[in-house]
């Protein structure tokens, strides 16, 4: 079977899809195998944070603190939702930050990677790029950010559980959600 479409069966994605949960979610693995099934770009907003500090986000954190990293992630945001549509990974806390929340929801279709603890755990487990989880029990952190980011992640136009699935699963069951959300057919490569 042919993966390429041509121009007459391609589909136009109407607004930029942003992916929101916390860190361990999928929303970078899940998120690329959504922009390749619909032939958009994926952009990370973590690694564009990084490219426009210069800095890593461990880096930003550490040298300047959250508050100044937040300031960079919602001028980022503002920037990349006001270009081309595509598929945003954005920062587990970046839908945390009211005035981006709003933002997303003016300018984007938000889809929430809703993940158990025990999910979350082994999925960044050993990972040291994480600032949130390098201090103390990482167990008990993502515990406290499900506790308090949960109810604002609730917000986003759709939601669906992501857990130890293949991620071609995942994606397609995403990509479902997102179509029905919409009312049309996003993508014509299964």
Known sequence: MNDQRDSST????????????????????????????????????????????GLT??????????????????????????????????????????????????????LWLRAELDTLVAR????????????GDARTTLQQLIDTRYPIYSEADVAIDTGMDNPNITAARALDALEKHMGTTLATVP
């Not at 595509?86 to 839908?95: D, H, Q, Y």
């Open 10 to 53: 391609a589909h136009h994605l109407p607004k930029t899809i942003v992916l929101v949960g916390l860190m361990g979610a999928g929303k970078s693995c899940i998120g690329r195998r959504l922009a390749s099934r619909l032939e958009v770009p994926f952009v990370d907003a973590d690694a564009e944070i990084e490219k426009a500090a």
């Open 124 to 135: 960044t487990k050993g990972r040291s790029h994480r600032p949130l989880l390098n201090n």
């Open 57 to 110: 986000i461990a880096e930003i954190f550490e040298k300047y603190g959250e508050p100044y990293f937040r300031d960079g992630e919602r001028r980022v945001m503002t920037r990349l939702l006001q270009g081309e549509p595509c598929i945003l990974a954005a920062g587990g806390g970046a839908f945390m930050d009211e005035e981006t929340r709003t933002l997303i929801k003016e300018r984007a279709t938000s």
